[in-house]
């Protein structure tokens, strides 16, 4: 298992910190994420065998975040 940490930039109440969440737990592969809103980021482990960064990139974006630094 591998993890990765992303920071959000538009990730401001627990409605977009559950959105993210979903998303990101929809990529193929992942065991577990959380998004925190304090922290702005978004951290989950997953199988590197099943899913790759551009992965989750995609699926964050698609769910209407931004990532602050790619």
């Given amino acids: 298992m591998?993890?990765?940490?992303?920071?959000?930039?538009n990730l401001n109440n627990q409605e977009d910190a559950d959105k993210l969440t979903?998303?990101?737990l929809s990529v193929?592969?992942?065991?577990?994420a959380e998004a925190n809103?304090?922290?702005k980021t978004v951290l989950f482990s997953y199988d590197e065998?099943?899913?790759s960064a551009r992965d989750f990139i995609q699926a964050i974006k698609e769910?209407?975040?931004d990532?602050?630094?790619e």
């Fill in 22 to 24: 979903q998303a990101v």
């Fill in 37 to 39: 809103t304090t922290q």
């Fill in 2 to 9: 591998k993890n990765e940490t992303y920071l959000i930039r």
């Fill in 28 to 32: 193929w592969g992942i065991s577990k």
């Fill in 63 to 65: 769910s209407g975040y």
């Fill in 67 to 69: 990532i602050v630094n």
């Fill in 49 to 51: 065998r099943m899913a």
